[in-house]
């Protein structure tokens, strides 16, 4: 049997026989130290990738968000992000549990998080009010079918919050997507945020990673929480040796992933009992909406899977198919096929 057509995420990736061999040969120290030679190298290679001061390797993203907005805010405040960020729905409440903060979600129907949104959101510190200390923007939007924010709004944003002694933290798990679909530099994109997290291990295909950049002074401290949060690795230059291959070598394909996802998208439009609009997808993430052909998302999931693809719901109606370096073109025009056929089985089961 063929091995499975995995649109899950892109956090299902092989690490590449590159990555293999260099975690093999990778010179190795004790990190908590300071003296692992290839965790040194990812770092600064990272922080001048991002054209931050220092970055600082975690093991997750969601680990690098929780130390990201623990940087920003003090206890007792709020943090403002878009409804259905990861930050908010995904990790666990982290923002509650380590940094003492409220989440201030606020709704951006294409997933962009707009400054006159968010500027009816920031609240004062008063006798009533828990004050704003930061604001996180999630690009590109994992839950908003992989929407990019565009540079201006991003600036603005910065630009406004910093006037008024606000911090802002980006959750770029996918940014160099973001960058990709921009066409310009990753640095570009994050130039007016105080910190950034992007994932080594998703798009960019590493097995375990991400980082966090800010400022030398707060990623010194961003060590500090990562080891109190249990996370002072000591060897671990044999994950910065696949992150290095991941930071040099895979930007340069992510669109790739991007082409393979708009022609799923265009597909999908014209199932029968399937909802999207292809236009709005801009990288490598495509929701759709199944309502119309009276399956749920586990059914869905559970038919296509009998035909060799996996891919996940989201909500009660919708589901998720993201492209990455392990899914070619073939691969798509597959599972279009299978969505096809699975669709198409239940019209004629109902006719
Ligand atoms: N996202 C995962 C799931 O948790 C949903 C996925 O399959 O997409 N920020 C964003 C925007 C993310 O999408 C994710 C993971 C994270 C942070 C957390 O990264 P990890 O899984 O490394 O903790």
């Known amino acids: 049997m063929n091995a499975m057509i995995d649109l899950r995420s892109d956090t299902v990736t092989m690490p590449s026989e590159a990555m293999r061999n260099a975690m093999r040969d990778a010179e190795v120290g004790d990190d908590v130290y ?183 002074d707060a990623i010194h401290q961003g060590r500090l929480y990562r080891k109190r949060l249990g996370g002072g690795m000591r060897q671990a230059g044999v994950l910065a040796a696949a992150g290095l291959i991941a930071l040099e070598q895979m930007p340069a394909r992510l669109g790739q992933d991007h082409a393979n996802a708009r022609v799923l998208a265009h597909a999908l439009e014209a199932i029968p009992g399937v909802a999207i609009d292809a236009s709005t997808v801009q990288t490598n993430i495509v929701i759709f909406d199944i309502s119309g052909t009276g399956m749920t998302p586990a059914e869905f999931s559970r038919r296509l899977k009998e035909r060799g693809v996996r891919m996940n719901g989201v909500g009660a109606t919708r589901m998720r198919a993201v492209t990455h370096c392990d899914v070619s073109r073939r691969d798509c025009e597959q599972a279009i096929e299978a969505i096809r056929e699975v669709c198409a089985g239940v019209a004629s089961a109902r006719a």
């Not at 970055?55 to 969601?62: K, Y």
């Not at 003090?74 to 960020?85: L, M, P, S, W």
């Not at 510190?125 to 201006?152: F, K, Q, R, W, Y």
């Not at 911090?167 to 973001?178: L, P, S, T």
């Open 34 to 216: 300071g003296e692992d030679p290839t965790m040194n190298r990812l770092e600064q290679r990272a922080a001048a990738i991002v054209g931050k001061e220092a970055a600082l390797f975690v093991p997750t993203g969601t680990m690098g968000n929780t130390i990201g907005i623990k940087l920003n805010t003090r206890h007792g405040q709020e943090v403002i992000c878009e409804e259905r960020a990861h930050v908010f729905d995904w990790e666990l409440s982290m923002m509650a549990w380590f940094a003492g903060c409220l989440a201030r979600p606020v709704r951006a129907a294409d997933g962009v998080l707009r400054w006159s949104a968010i500027r009816d959101a920031i609240r004062p510190d008063g006798p009533h009010c828990a004050g704003t200390g930061c604001i996180s923007l999630e690009n590109t939007h994992n839950m908003a079918g992989g929407a990019v924010s565009p540079l201006d709004v991003v600036e603005e944003i910065c630009h406004e919050a910093h006037q008024r002694g606000l911090r802002v933290h980006m959750d770029g798990a996918r940014v160099f997507n973001a960058a990709c679909a921009l066409g310009v530099e990753v640095s570009e994109v994050v130039k007016d945020v105080d910190t950034v997290m992007f994932c080594l291990s998703k798009g960019l295909g590493a097995p375990v990673g991400s980082m966090l950049a800010g400022t030398a």
